[in-house]
């Protein structure tokens, strides 16, 4: 990522450092080193974000490695205020030095965390940020997504991301500031929920003011008192009545409007902080057997994107690269992705809110039952709802897929008790979205009927799920990948049923030799097939 794309779309600040670029980097398979020190012998440079097991990182490594360290120097005088450290993930195990003092610990190789390191920093400017991760190549009892076991990548899943793979950066803030903002639109009374929280040494007399734009038109010009250092207010747009009228302000993949957003904090008449974000005006339900965007039954086409570069795996190239990747899948017809098995780059989603591509958010797998697998799933997948709750694109949560972590949902209790408490958490913690317990079949409680079937047989496809009488007999005659699709007493109950994974069919250009290395659930015949 170029040092002047922000990480953190959804919270900008005006100053701040990229960390990304030349680390000293070392692996430490035998888990030998303890603490960062000056005899360490740093055998490698390696070019952050990008993981080691990449090309763009510089070293390229594939191998089985279970632990590495990074070190690189950086410039900054301490303020009077606090200086904050952010990743934006490190898969998988990672604690943070800064000039030898331990900063920060953080578990999920996914979500975001960040340090005040303002204690650490020495007087003359000159700083030493050490990280040290462990990442078990072998665990399968932690959240992996795609990324394989097997030292050279089989089947379905892909080389592995070890350490560092998303941005780092510092800011530097007063001693009171804002941590984090929430936004939730609420379309039926045309308002905009914003929910502030601060953090620091001050608690009294805290004000907010927040101002929303669309375009150059002040919409809101809002000031809130804070109490407990948090502010949760409704935002009252004007609501013009007429659909042609409200329209402009709707936010849908045919027209993302986006609305501007700056929040300033004041203490008895100073600024303290000042960031800017965006929201948007839209809904998303599920009426009866329809989904519903804008209070409109929506027809969504999606694709499967499981967020890889050859080059650079899940970290991608440059933010340019997810750009296009949202313009490409706009312009083959699609109104939306199913982000699967990776908790994308937020840069991602910012584009997917400003370019307009609906997005289904699911969590990686892990491939290993226990209740330290669920543990740290559920740590990890709670994060991820925290960070990406207020993007407009995201239009439903995914907590399964395809009974991966879970094998034994139809025989086994507690298999089931953990899909059935994901979904229940998930719909707790984001009350606005529709979620799906477990994608693909033996569903439990889920708002949306997810079905994987990969039949090579368009016509057989196009029968199967064209006419509501020969789809219910998906639930008792046929089973697409030999899976029952609801588990016993969860009967299908009106939900949507969507088709969310199929095709899957290989075709290698000028090569249609069944014996080819191209990988697919079945194989084009021809080049007109």
Request: proline share 5%.
């Amino acid at each position: 990522m170029s040092q002047f794309e922000y990480p953190r779309p959804q919270l900008v600040r005006k100053h701040w450092m990229s960390l990304n670029g030349k680390w000293k980097f070392m692996y430490d398979d035998e888990r030998r080193c303890k603490m960062p020190d000056g005899a360490t012998a740093w055998t490698h440079e390696i070019n952050v974000p990008f993981a080691p097991e990449t090309a763009k990182s510089g070293i390229g490594d594939n191998g089985f490695h279970r632990a590495c360290w990074y070190e690189r120097e950086f410039t900054i005088l301490p303020s009077e205020g606090h200086t904050l450290l952010h990743f934006g993930a490190v898969d998988y195990r990672a604690r943070v030095w800064v000039n030898q003092h331990l900063v920060a610990e953080h578990e999920g190789g996914h979500t975001p965390f960040w340090a005040d390191i303002s204690a650490a920093l020495n007087g003359d400017g000159r700083q030493l940020v050490t990280v040290y991760v462990e990442d078990d190549p072998h665990d399968l009892a932690k959240p992996r997504g795609k990324q394989d076991w097997l030292l050279e990548p089989h089947s379905i899943w892909y080389p592995r991301t070890t350490g560092i793979w998303q941005s780092v950066w510092l800011e530097q803030v007063a001693s009171t500031y804002i941590a984090s903002l929430r936004w939730t639109p609420i379309f039926e009374t045309y308002e905009i929920g914003c929910e502030i929280f601060a953090t620091g040494d001050i608690e009294e007399d805290l004000f907010v003011e927040v101002k929303i734009w669309h375009g150059d038109a002040l919409l809101a010009d809002d000031h809130y008192k804070l109490v407990g250092l948090e502010a949760n207010r409704k935002i009252a747009l004007s609501d013009p009545g007429i659909d042609d009228s409200r329209n402009e302000l709707l936010w849908s993949p045919e027209r993302p409007t986006l609305l501007d957003a700056e929040v300033t904090l004041h203490h008895r008449g100073r600024v303290l902080d000042t960031v800017t974000s965006y929201t948007a005006l839209r809904s998303v339900a599920i009426n009866r057997d329809r989904f519903m965007l804008n209070g409109r039954a929506y027809s969504l086409r999606l694709v499967l994107d499981q967020g890889y570069w050859p080059e650079s795996l899940m970290t991608a190239p440059s933010d340019e690269a997810l750009r296009r990747d949202v313009e490409l899948a706009k312009l083959m017809g699609f109104n939306g992705v199913r982000k699967h098995q990776k908790i994308e780059d937020p840069r991602y989603l910012y584009w997917a809110d400003k370019l307009g591509l609906l997005v289904w958010e699911e969590m990686p797998s892990a491939y290993r039952f226990s209740p330290k697998a669920i543990t740290r799933m559920i740590r990890e997948w709670t994060e991820a709802i925290d960070r990406d709750y207020s993007h407009p694109c995201l239009i439903v949560w995914v907590a399964f897929n395809e009974s991966w972590g879970v094998p034994n949902l139809t025989l086994t209790q507690a298999h089931r008790n953990a899909v059935e408490a994901l979904y229940h958490l998930t719909r707790t913690l984001d009350a606005t979205r529709p979620v799906i317990g477990n994608d693909g079949w033996e569903a439990s409680a889920t708002d949306i009927l997810g079905i994987h079937d990969y039949d090579c047989d368009a016509e057989k496809l196009q029968a199967r799920y064209a006419v509501s009488d020969e789809v219910r007999t998906l639930f008792d005659q046929r089973r697409p990948g030999g899976r029952i699709l609801t588990l016993d007493g969860f009967p299908h109950r009106g939900q949507p049923i969507v088709l969310t994974e199929f095709g899957g069919i290989a075709f290698d250009k000028g090569n249609v030799d069944v014996k080819s290395k191209t990988w697919g659930y079945s194989r084009a015949q021809s080049e007109e097939s």
